[in-house]
């Protein structure tokens, strides 16, 4: 494996959190002339659909079903252009966009893609934030068979010279 070099997976999303971890990743974890591969993993979590026979939702039309998808398609290319542009340095980088629930998808793609190392960040949520909308970081640490290295971004310096 050592001359074939590291798979490293790295989560990313839409927060300012993935961002810092993928940054801290390419300063202190992945070394310039290196055989390393960097996978950056995008994953779009499922939409609600609800049953108008139940009365609690609503009946979209495939129309606009079709712009809802294309819209997330567009985020998520977005999230990882602006990714693969902090990677610029990585000769091997790859992209990955999946569906499902993030908790299950990250782990099954650390499987999968034989990770030797799982980076993510960490949205520093309390307590109870956590309790009710569960920790990614959390149950991808307890479940992925490699290492998992959590990023938390520091809080704000601001005004602080």
């Not at 908790?103 to 309790?131: F, P």
Request: hydrophobic content about 40%; aromatic content about 6%; glycine content about 6%.
């Amino acid at each position: 494996m050592a001359e074939e070099g590291r798979r490293i997976l790295v989560a990313v999303d839409e927060g300012e959190e993935s961002m810092h971890a993928l940054s801290w990743c390419l300063k202190n974890l992945v070394f310039q002339n290196s055989k390393d591969t960097l996978i950056l993993l995008y994953v779009k979590s499922p939409r609600v659909v609800y049953s108008a026979f139940d009365g609690t939702g609503y009946l979209f039309s495939s129309e606009v079903t079709a712009a809802m998808e294309s819209y997330v398609l567009r985020v998520a290319d977005s999230v990882l252009e602006k990714a693969k542009k902090l990677c610029n340095n990585v000769e091997k980088v790859e992209t990955r966009i999946e569906n499902g629930d993030p908790r299950e998808v990250i782990c099954d793609m650390a499987q999968k893609l034989g990770a030797d190392v799982l980076v993510m960040g960490s949205h520093g949520y309390g307590l109870i934030k956590r309790t009710f909308l569960g920790s990614v970081s959390n149950h991808c640490a307890q479940t992925v068979k490699c290492p998992v290295l959590i990023v938390k971004k520091p809080k704000s310096t601001a005004g602080n010279v």
